[in-house]
């Protein structure tokens, strides 16, 4: 069975940092786009990063860059995003969600309708 359950939000101070991890299980990550969403209440689910289990090249939404890196570790069959410099408007449910290859090489990192697979979420609050 096709799982992927998400980890590591928590409240943390503006400034602050908190690493999310994504684990899967029932499938491995080898030849996937996975990507980071949020959503914030009362908006949409947007797009964070995305990465290539192929080559491992990443992408970034404007909002993010610089201050958040995507990662993978494959031994642990497992994709992070570590997000540093936090601030109050990254607070949201940050989900990680999976791809076909085609959908990261054809530039359709954030279209939700892409992902095929979805974890359940983990909150992040970013507050003083």
């Known amino acids: 069975q096709v799982q992927l359950v998400e980890s590591g939000g928590g409240l943390v101070q503006p400034g602050g940092s908190l690493r999310l991890s994504c684990a899967a299980s029932g499938f491995t990550l080898d030849y996937y786009a996975i990507g980071w969403f949020r959503q914030a209440p009362g908006k949409e689910r947007e797009g964070v990063s995305c990465t290539s289990s192929s080559d491992g090249s990443t992408y970034y939404g404007d909002s993010v860059k610089g201050r958040f890196t995507i990662s993978r570790d494959n031994a642990k069959n497992t994709v992070y995003l570590q997000m540093n410099s936090l601030k109050p408007e990254d607070t949201a449910v940050y989900y990680c969600?999976?791809?076909?290859?085609?959908?990261?090489?054809?530039?359709?990192?954030?279209?939700?309708?892409?992902?095929?697979?979805w974890g359940q979420g983990t909150q992040v609050t970013v507050s003083s």
């Open positions: 969600a999976i791809a076909p290859l085609i959908t990261y090489y054809s530039g359709n990192y954030f279209v939700k309708d892409e992902y095929d697979y």
